[in-house]
């Protein structure tokens, strides 16, 4: 099954319009930071420079060899990233208030990031091995996926980290969906999430997080506060209009009205220096690339291949679609990067590490 | 082989991937929803809000309106004061670093604790603004400050415009102070359109208050660019982010004022005024522009309108002879002997006297029923008529005409002489006075009208109160041959650059329905006090002047005489009987009126004619000076022109009578004293 291959069949099956598509947004992102950063003393989009280059190796890496040795690596690698999860709990480097750091070194990362990966290769891994049931999945068998995701979720949840928290939740549960879950299954997950959701309002948020979700709904209430980033990110997305004020020109931007422009709020640099044009672009592009990860998982061989495709692809958009949302007042805002966009290694490197699987799983699809 | 399901799962999994392309399309497309809603349709609204984020709007504070004299002599302008401010986020230590500077500031506790809450209280972007810590800082802390610049991080110095009163406490009930506009006046300013803002000064009292409007200029508007944390950013952002024509809108200085009042005259009545508390006011009976005026205690304006403290603003508040009181408008005193030319005036008016002729005998002293109203002299003064009882101010010829007439002709020609009513002088809360009659003392009196009240009426004495004001535009109208009007003390309204923007004529109140022969046989015996022997004022004379004065002593009585005169300096100070003494020269042409009020003071002849005596001097000399200077050809004034240009060329009296203030305190800080506030060089 795993037979040696030509390296030349594997070049000319290689999918160049994804990492096209992957390398354009990668380039705005830098130009974008380079604006971002003018008024900082660090010249930000260098290293942003060198986390593409670290990340594109990880991913080139993550090519060379077929993905589906991976289904060996697949429970090691998430019961390894839960270790590193609890480690971090106890001697995690804090930074604003949550313990997300583990510093090996010279390497600072966040093992949440690589759970969102370790979360999408195990699950990927059971459902290549568990054998559908007709009606889909009713809640006697679902227990052991849910368990794969909602251990790794807690964790994070404790650090606190709520935005990646909820992404690897989405990305999990998107790929519990995609597997079939039975009707009345659904509705009791469905039961059940409201009733958790309730709880951690209740008793396992910290307050900021919940003056976070109440300035989402009301943010003109506290507008120096914790509305204060949301007013200022629309503020400045708003006044892009539709042409954007120019690269470098963005007001909101270069005489730091909007926080955290580098990372959380990348795409408000955007949308007020590009305007509605500039935005609808990157939007496109987000959604070009999520045709083409949903087209490679259509002709994956095997649910492996079809299962880590579109966790990929789930990776991605969720994240596009609560930065995106938090940033122009649609969502609360938890603190998730923009994918290829955002500055930090972290992000940069997981998300490239996502594309290279998804390029492995993309050049082998006529192997067998 | 592969390990996907067989054909009827397959087409299971198209349905999937279609669902998954659909939910996420759809989402992005709910977010390009989104993004056109804030960007195009609300696009405008957030590219405003952009712009308030960053534009500043500074304000370029109007240089307030000089106030001068008649000769266009500075009194009023500004000058700079060096305000200490602490920036809440600059300071390392705020409470450290004021109580450092707290005493090189002379602070007491309770303003060092007042800054200290108001810095604990600034919360997010209101630790950027810079909260006063003293104003007004002296020449001395401000060598220490710049030497120790280095230890005090967030603390600075900022220059701003101070009102300067140069001539200290002289004139300072007339020209008023400043100080900060209160929450309330401001919200009422705003109602009527009136362009102030918070931490803005505004006119106190007196004509401050008064020309608010004229002396208030208008602010000018500087925008700019600021980063979030509202530090400004380069005016090369200035000039990129706001239209040429946004960035400064320039500020209109205020106009100035132009006194009627010659601040020489002033100052020879400031030194002439021989008590603790009373009143000089001078005028111009022939236009009733006011010449002189003052009040005492007095109180220093540049205090009050900058660096003065609660603890020194309480002491002054409740100072029992009341600095801050206006006694020329806001106090009323029994004019005494003072009013004896209104009773003499009704008199002849009525027919109760059928000329000056008629008299009757003074024995000391007028029984009417069972009481006796003692004359001021017990063994009595003879046979008296109108013009020799007016001449020895003696009380029982005018008790006589009293009983004859009863109370109602003298309050009616006291109204006549504008008594009872406020003057309208350009100062607020001017007071009544208050002139009783049958009427009154049916409303006010217990037992109602008593026959005797007309006779303690006839002396200015009982229930009749006259404000000093009222007193000297009385005395003018008879000078003037019967013409009352209202007390003036703005000449004119000019612009910073001297041109005429208002000027005020003078305005008639009241006409007295009196004959020519009539108001000569008053002034006539008015004349007689002072020059004729036996006159109350004869031997105070001021025999050198060549200038011939009508005048009145007043003494009045604070408390009823006892069956045993007690010696004035005997008495306790607020039992003691007020001095006055009002008149008008030259007699056949009058120029000036004035009056004196000495509170406590003793007897008008002695204590307090000698002070109106000095005015009218001083008005002549200064008249006769002015008169040879013009004849020399000397430009100053120049004639039939108006007085030149405030602040082109701005004059100053060769020498002010108050040293710089600023400095002054700074040296010696026991300067403080309450006592020291008030004007000490006329005591004793």
Redesign the interface.
């Given at each position: 099954m795993l037979t040696r291959t030509p390296e030349r069949r594997l070049l000319s099956n290689f999918n160049y319009p994804l990492l096209g598509v992957v390398l354009v947004l990668c380039t705005m992102g830098l130009w974008n930071l380079a604006s971002a950063s003018r008024t900082a003393h660090a010249e930000v989009w260098v290293n942003q420079a060198w986390w593409l280059t670290i990340g594109m190796s990880v991913a080139v890496l993550l090519c060379s060899f077929d993905y589906r040795h991976l289904l060996h690596v697949a429970y090691p690698a998430w019961v390894l990233v839960i270790v590193l999860l609890v480690l971090v709990l106890f001697v995690g480097e804090a930074h604003k208030g949550a313990q997300r750091w583990l510093v090996l070194g010279p390497v600072r990362f966040q093992p949440s990031e690589l759970a969102k990966i370790a979360v999408v290769l195990a699950m990927a891994r059971f459902y290549h091995e568990d054998k559908e049931p007709p009606g889909g999945y009713t809640l006697k068998r679902i227990w052991r996926p849910a368990l794969l995701l909602i251990i790794p979720v807690a964790l994070v949840m404790n650090q606190p980290d709520l935005g990646t928290a909820m992404i690897i939740l989405a990305i999990g549960g998107s790929l519990l969906l995609f597997a079939k879950v039975e009707r009345r299954t659904l509705l009791a997950l469905g039961v059940i999430g409201l009733g958790a959701t309730a709880t951690a309002w209740l008793f396992l948020l910290k307050s900021y997080q919940k003056a976070r979700v109440t300035a989402f709904l009301n943010p003109a209430s506290d507008a120096l506060g914790s509305g204060y980033h949301s007013n200022q990110s629309i503020i400045a997305i708003g006044s892009g209009e539709l042409g954007g004020k120019g690269w470098g020109e963005g007001t909101q931007t270069q005489l730091r009205f909007l926080p955290e422009q580098h990372t959380d709020f990348v795409f408000s640099v955007w949308a007020e220096e590009h305007g509605f044009i500039g935005s609808v672009i990157v939007i496109v592009l987000y959604a070009t690339f999520l045709l083409m990860a949903v087209a490679v998982a259509s002709q994956a061989k095997e649910r492996f291949g079809v299962f880590i495709s579109v966790g990929v692809a789930a990776l991605v958009f969720w994240q596009v679609f609560v930065n995106i949302g938090m940033v122009t007042g649609v969502l609360p805002v938890v603190g998730v990067t923009l994918p290829f966009l955002s500055y930090g290694g972290s992000s940069v490197v997981t998300s490239m590490a996502a594309i290279g699987l998804l390029l492995n799983v993309s050049m082998r699809r006529f192997l067998f | 082989?592969?390990?996907?399901?067989t054909q009827g799962?397959g087409r299971?999994?198209?349905a999937?991937?279609a669902w998954?392309?659909i939910l996420?399309?759809g989402?992005?497309l709910?977010?390009?929803g989104?993004?056109?809603y804030?960007?195009?349709v609300?696009?405008?609204?957030?590219?405003r809000?952009?712009?308030s984020?960053?534009v500043k709007r500074l304000d370029i504070s109007a240089d307030r309106g000089m106030i001068l004299d008649s000769r266009g002599v500075i009194v009023v302008d500004g000058r700079p004061s060096y305000d200490v401010e602490i920036t809440p986020v600059f300071s390392p230590d705020p409470e450290s670093t004021l109580r450092r500077l707290a005493e090189v500031l002379e602070l007491d506790d309770e303003a060092l604790s007042a800054v200290l809450a108001r810095v604990d209280a600034a919360r997010?972007?209101e630790r950027f603004r810079p909260i006063l810590v003293r104003r007004d800082v002296g020449r001395d802390g401000l060598e220490w400050l710049e030497l120790h610049s280095i230890d005090f991080d967030g603390v600075d110095v900022r220059v701003r415009p101070q009102r300067h009163y140069r001539y200290g406490s002289h004139l300072s009930h007339v020209l008023g102070y400043m100080n900060e506009i209160g929450p309330v006046e401001l919200e009422r300013a705003r109602e009527a359109g009136l362009d102030y803002r918070m931490g803005d000064m505004i006119g106190r009292s007196g004509l401050e208050e008064r020309f608010e409007r004229w002396l208030r200029g208008k602010d000018g508007i500087e925008q700019v660019?600021?980063?979030?944390?509202g530090r400004r950013?380069s005016l090369a952002e200035d000039s990129a982010?706001i239209p040429p024509d946004e960035r400064i809108l320039p500020s209109v200085p205020g106009h100035n004022v132009v006194l009627s009042i010659d601040m020489r005259l002033q100052r020879i009545a400031e030194e002439a005024f021989p008590g603790l508390a009373g009143s000089i006011v001078a005028v111009d009976p022939r236009d009733g522009f006011v010449l002189a005026m003052l009040s005492r205690p007095t109180f220093d304006p540049n205090r009050l309108s900058g660096r003065i403290s609660a603890r020194e603003l309480r002491e002054l508040a409740e100072d029992p002879l009341q600095p801050i009181l206006h006694r020329t408008i806001q106090q009323h005193y029994p004019p005494g002997s003072n009013f004896k030319v209104v009773t003499a005036l009704a008199a002849l008016q009525t027919g109760t006297v059928s000329g000056p002729e008629q008299g009757t005998s003074c024995p000391g002293g007028y029984r009417l029923g069972r009481r006796r109203w003692r004359c001021w002299r017990d063994a009595g003064h003879g046979f008296m008529d109108l013009h020799t009882s007016m001449r020895h101010s003696c009380d029982t010829y005018y008790y006589w005409v009293a009983d004859r007439m009863n109370i109602d002709p003298i309050a009616e020609w006291a109204r006549n002489l504008g008594f009872g009513r406020p003057t309208g002088i350009d100062l607020a809360n001017e007071i009544p006075g208050i002139i009783p009659d049958v009427e009154w003392y049916r409303a006010h009196h217990p037992d109602g009208y008593q026959r005797g009240f007309a006779l303690n009426a006839a002396i200015g004495q009982g229930d009749v109160n006259a404000t000093p004001i009222q007193l000297v535009m009385a005395y003018a109208a008879l000078a003037n041959g019967g013409t009352l009007f209202r007390p003036q003390l703005v000449r004119r309204i000019e612009d910073a650059a001297g041109n005429l923007i208002e000027e005020f004529p003078k305005e008639e109140t009241g006409r007295l329905d009196v004959s020519p022969e009539t108001l000569d046989i008053l002034v006539n015996s008015l004349r007689a006090v002072v020059h004729e022997p036996g006159g109350t004022a004869f031997w105070r004379r001021p025999r050198d002047l060549d200038v011939e004065i009508a005048g009145k002593t007043g003494t009045s009585q604070v408390v009823r005489i006892g069956a045993v005169r007690v010696r004035h300096e005997d008495r306790e100070y607020h039992h003691r009987n007020h001095a006055m003494f009002t008149a008008f020269a030259p007699v056949d042409d009058p120029r000036i009126a004035v009056a004196v009020v000495h509170e406590h003071g003793g007897s008008g002849g002695r204590d307090a004619a000698p002070a109106a005596f000095e005015v009218i001097r001083g008005f002549f000399e200064l008249e006769a000076q002015d008169e040879s200077e013009r004849a020399e050809g000397s430009s100053w004034p120049p004639e039939g022109k108006q007085s030149p240009p405030g602040r082109l060329l701005p004059r100053v009296d060769p020498e002010p009578s108050s040293e710089d203030h600023r400095h002054a305190s700074d040296r010696s800080p026991d300067r403080l004293a309450p006592d020291r506030l008030y004007s000490e060089e006329t005591r004793g």
């Open positions: - | 082989m592969s390990l996907l399901p799962q299971d999994y198209k999937r991937f998954v392309l996420a399309i989402t992005l709910i977010l390009i989104r993004l056109y804030i960007q195009i609300r696009g405008e609204h957030y590219a809000l952009s712009r984020n960053f997010g972007l660019v600021v980063d979030a944390k950013t982010l």
